[in-house]
């Protein structure tokens, strides 16, 4: 067997998943997937947008959620969309949207004039191209490009959360052919020194950096009972899409998690169709069975520089 090693943020300029109009379609259903699972939320509790304020979506891939709150936004208020790469970007011409402007930079060197700029800063699920380093480096970076006072808020994925027991336990999963698709994938993470068990890294991180007022909300997207064949592009079943949401990742996966010669090819399509198929007589339980996500939200110090 051989490890799989991943470049750092700062030396590659390639998504670890594909940049095709497949990737496309899965970053906008994820989208739909995870404001409706926040209560059709774009902003954390609290946080809200004024004339002319300025609003950063770092790690854009589409752009699809400062498209989104654009649209519930007033006119005068300006987005920055920026990722490592321009190919996942939607053309927004037909939208006659004119206040956001994508551009490409990294989370660990955002451009200088940008200081002190955004009354807010998003990123979300940059768990699996970031290592933990990288996230301290992020975080400052993140912090001085804020205003005083301005809110940074994240939403990621806690990849520790459904079945952590490793492949030799993963015939205790309601869903076995996705542990052990989880538990590759963990591996791959962890030897990357990546974000594994989010909550406490990313709270010690957040806190480190100087950030105050942190609210933290989590929640578990269950797929008991879902159905991947059901889903509606987002708009059906919430357990449905929520469960082809997953898949479409884990899909997306397929060339990370084969190249660390734990499974072929064969075997991973096979557990692919079996994750997508396999939750339909999960019985629900109170909290739901699936991965944790977790939104939080943290504020520069209004006396910060």
């Known amino acids: 067997m051989r490890a799989t090693t991943l470049p750092s943020a700062a030396e590659r300029d390639e998504y670890l998943l594909p940049r095709d109009e497949f990737e496309k379609k899965r970053l906008i259903l994820q989208q739909t997937v995870i404001v409706r699972q926040f209560g059709n939320r774009l ?4 946080v809200e947008l004024e004339e002319g304020d300025h609003v950063l979506d770092v790690g854009c891939g589409t752009g699809i959620w400062s498209i989104n ?15 490592l790469s321009s190919k996942n970007f939607l053309d927004i011409k037909p939208l006659g949207i004119n206040n956001i402007n994508f551009s490409t930079c990294s989370i660990l060197a955002l451009p200088e004039e940008w200081t002190g700029r955004f009354t807010v800063v998003q990123s979300r699920l940059m768990h699996a ?13 993140l912090m001085r490009v804020l205003k005083p006072g301005g809110w940074l808020q994240i939403v990621e994925i806690d990849l520790s959360s ?6 030799d336990n993963i015939s205790k999963s309601p869903v076995p052919p996705q542990a052990e698709l989880n538990a590759i994938w963990s591996e791959v993470v962890k030897n990357a020194g990546m974000m594994w068990e989010l909550e406490g890294q990313m709270r010690a991180l957040v806190t480190e950096a100087g950030f105050e007022n942190i609210k933290w909300e989590s929640k ?10 059901a889903s509606n592009a987002g708009q059906g079943n919430l ?3 929520t469960l082809a949401c997953m898949v479409n990742v884990m899909r997306s996966s397929k060339r990370t998690i084969t190249g660390t010669g734990k499974i072929s090819g064969e075997r991973f399509d096979q557990n692919i169709e079996a994750m997508a198929n ?6 629900k339980t109170e909290e739901g069975r699936g991965w944790r996500w977790h939104f939080f939200s943290a504020q520069k110090p209004l006396h910060s520089s």
């Open 43 to 46: 902003l954390a509790p609290g």
């Open 220 to 229: 578990v997207f269950s797929t008991e009972g879902g159905d991947a064949s």
């Open 129 to 141: 191209s970031i290592t933990v380093e990288e996230w301290r480096q992020g975080f400052q970076e």
């Open 278 to 283: 396999g939750w339909k007589d999960v019985p």
């Open 162 to 167: 459904f079945y952590n027991d490793g492949l």
């Open 69 to 83: 709150l654009a649209a519930r936004s007033p006119q005068s208020v300006h987005f920055e969309a920026c990722d």
């Open 239 to 241: 357990e449905d899409d």
